[in-house]
């Protein structure tokens, strides 16, 4: 499919007459872009849009950018666009640090790898460097949010949303929902939003209680939460406060919905450090390698809608020709690096369709003298079952254990949240795998820590599967139940919560 920037000038021509007179800097044109693929027009403003071309009202492009072809499937387009939808939000616009052309950017480097033009990206940079730009910068941001966010940008044409292989139609949530006046239903615009499929279908024993009042009947609580406008969203878990958010938002309800729920089960904590990864490393002084990490700060520091993404393109091919010349030792240390740049949704979208990924787990020396992580990452690349089977019962390292409990901990946490949404698995774990974990935990008898993964790798195995499925019958017939109660009396596990709370989700079974 071809991939198209659409151009506009938010301006109509007055930037390119006036500019040099008002801030001294000759600026073309103000500008607006969107992409244009299989006959839909995507743009940033208020929210994402998806729009016929040429139907919008920005009227017709000043130009239009042939940016390439790209391959990708109308599923995997459609999978990305929704992870954008929670950093796109009509709240997150800024003409000057999160606007359309930002949206474009991340967009195009997802589709073709490639930039939009230079001139386009560098605009607001370009315009905030004058003493003019900065003194008017609050003044063209209003005046121009009636052209970007302008109410007709809803307006017009819409695009249907491409058919896409093997969705399942949306099920309505179970709710319960208590009202503390008759005078305060669940406000219009947001009820569609948590019974007509936005919220998760929770799994049998699981309930979202909704309850709706007003802050003029229940004064204390408007002024505990600090509730200033309507409607307001707060989730609570166990009777703790966890998120708080102002208006029917939909993004937002998607995403602290499932994050209760992940709340409410341990969380694996991953230990952090003082310093990014391979920043001190020999390659650290690539430029390419410089980008992703001043990335990854800036992401941390001001959050990931205020972070615009690095070349990928050039990171990629830096990653793909450096790696193989560095020391086995200090390879770890960019596998890390790059793992933390995939927190990024749009980073690891964008990861999953270019090789770097074979480069980095596809060695042809071998690792058999390196440290445990990069063994076990050997491994992993060959197959994806034995080396996790062979490290949590065969390792001589407890590091290697922990290592190897991580992975299959995370492909049954995959599992896992496909199955609460009522999706099929995408990356079963095998028989051999179970049965190993299983065993694992029988013959752990040192490290506290090993032992609360193995039991979280198997909860996750566990919870929300069908009854009577392969890892349940197992642990039936090796009894593990006992082996648990018994753990709890060494002193090495004593007092351990997580041993009982599996004992109690085995006996659920």
Not at 85 to 113: K, R, W
Not at 300 to 325: C, M, Q, R
Not at 350 to 363: A, E, G, S, V, W
Not at 414 to 429: I, K, Y
Request: net charge negative.
């Amino acid at each position: 499919m071809d991939v198209e920037l659409y151009v506009y000038d938010l301006s109509g021509g007055m930037a390119r007459q006036f500019s040099m007179a008002l801030i001294g800097q000759q600026i073309d044109a103000i500008y607006h872009t969107s992409i244009v693929l299989d006959r839909v027009e995507y743009f940033f403003g208020q929210g994402i849009h998806r729009k016929i071309p040429g139907t919008t009202h920005h009227g017709r492009p000043m130009k239009v950018v042939n940016l390439g072809k790209t391959h990708l499937t109308a599923d995997v387009i459609e999978e990305y666009l929704q992870s954008l939808e929670a950093i796109y939000t009509p709240e997150s616009y800024d003409l000057f640090v999160h606007n359309c052309n930002n949206f474009s950017q991340d967009l195009s480097m997802f589709l073709v790898g490639k930039s939009i033009p230079e001139e386009i990206r560098s605009l607001p940079e370009t315009f905030l460097r004058t003493p003019m730009g900065q003194m008017l910068r609050g003044q063209i941001d209003q005046s121009m949010r009636t052209m970007t966010q302008a109410p007709d940008a809803v307006s017009g044409h819409n695009a249907p949303r491409p058919q896409t292989n093997g969705a399942k139609p949306a099920v309505s949530a179970p709710l319960q929902t208590n009202g503390t006046s008759s005078s305060a239903p669940v406000a219009a615009q947001l009820k569609p939003l948590l019974i007509n499929g936005t919220a998760p279908t929770p799994r049998p024993g699981q309930v979202y209680n909704v309850t709706s009042m007003s802050v003029f009947d229940s004064t204390d609580i408007g002024s505990k939460y600090s509730i200033r406008a309507t409607p307001t969203l707060i989730t609570f878990l166990k009777g703790q406060k966890l998120e708080q958010w102002s208006g029917a938002d939909s993004a937002a309800l998607r995403g602290n919905l499932p994050q209760s729920r992940h709340f409410a089960h341990h969380v694996r904590q991953n230990p952090t450090t003082g310093q990014t990864p391979g920043e001190d490393g020999p390659y650290g002084a690539h430029i390419a390698i410089k980008q992703l990490v001043e990335y990854i700060r800036r992401r941390d520091t001001e959050g990931i809608s205020n972070a615009p993404l690095p070349d990928l393109g050039t990171i990629t091919h830096a990653i793909t020709s450096v790696f193989p010349k560095i020391p086995t030792e200090a390879q770890f240390a960019l596998v890390d690096l790059v793992r933390i740049g995939a927190i990024d949704p749009r980073v690891a979208s964008y990861l999953t369709t270019n090789p770097t990924l074979l480069t980095l787990l596809f060695q042809n020396n071998s690792w058999s003298t390196a440290p445990a992580n990069l063994r076990l990452l050997e491994e992993l690349a060959a197959t994806c079952v034995v080396p996790s089977q062979d490290a949590t019962t065969n390792a001589t390292t407890q590091r290697a254990r922990q290592a190897a409990t991580a992975v299959i901990y995370n492909l049954a946490a995959l599992n896992h949240n496909e199955r609460v949404q009522d999706r099929a698995d995408t990356s079963p774990v095998s028989e051999d795998v179970e049965a190993a974990l299983v065993s694992a935990v029988f013959e752990e008898t040192e490290s506290r820590e090993t032992l609360q993964s193995m039991c979280m790798a198997l909860g996750m195995l566990l919870y929300g599967a069908e009854e009577g499925n392969g890892v349940e019958a197992l642990c039936d017939a090796m009894e593990l139940s006992d082996c648990l109660k018994e753990k709890e009396n060494l002193p090495a596990f004593k007092g351990d919560a997580l041993l009982k709370e599996l004992r109690e989700l085995l006996a659920r079974k």
